[in-house]
């Protein structure tokens, strides 16, 4: 087979792994915007400052710094926890791809927070007094109140997150994840065709920022269609 079809074919093996990464991260950055946003609203000082306390610390970080912290560290750390609650015979070992999915959903999750907390204050206070005035419970204020309105207002921040993130995505790379960066860089060393690989490479980042950017905004019309009929 031509080199070029056969390191082709193993970079688009990498495509999967930097697709399965993002679908990965996504839910958990989310997760961990959502929390870091209801704790900086929260009445309880501790939450507020705990929560404050991660975003600052996590967007001064480098990304990369982040990686090697959870790549190298964070195992280790587990492992020291678990031998402090009396498991010293269970012992975690993160592969590149689990490291990957913590790291970046931790610095995606400390953006979303703000993202997250900035929809929350933009819903009129007025929408969620007049729903628990009819009766529903603090949980069915959010769920069928807040959270339509906070999602449609944070699709943007959302959007551009995403796009950060399948960026972001090559630099675990540098910790072994067999993924579009790490075997675009492999082929150009055995072709000697730095050019021509590194190309290929950026066309299928491309491709994928392209997509996300039409899901985001299918999204954000959706949900804003849905807010106008409402």
Known sequence: MDPFW????????????????????????????LLGAAAKLSSWRLLRFLAESYTTFIRAMPELLVIFLVFFGGARAF???????GFPEIQIDFNPFVAGVIALGVVQGAFATEVFRAALLAV???????????????WQTFRFVTLPQVWRLALPGLGNLLQILIKDTALISVVGLADIMRNAQIAAGATKQPFTFLLLAAAVYLLFTTVATAVMMLLERRANHAWRRA
């Open 6 to 33: 056969s390191y082709g074919l193993m970079i688009a093996g990498g495509a999967g792994w930097t697709l399965a990464l993002i679908i990965a991260v996504i839910p958990v950055g989310i997760v961990l915007g």
């Open 79 to 85: 492992n020291w926890l678990l031998a402090g609650i």
């Open 124 to 138: 009129p206070v007025g929408q969620t007094e007049a729903a628990q005035a009819c009766g529903f419970t603090r």
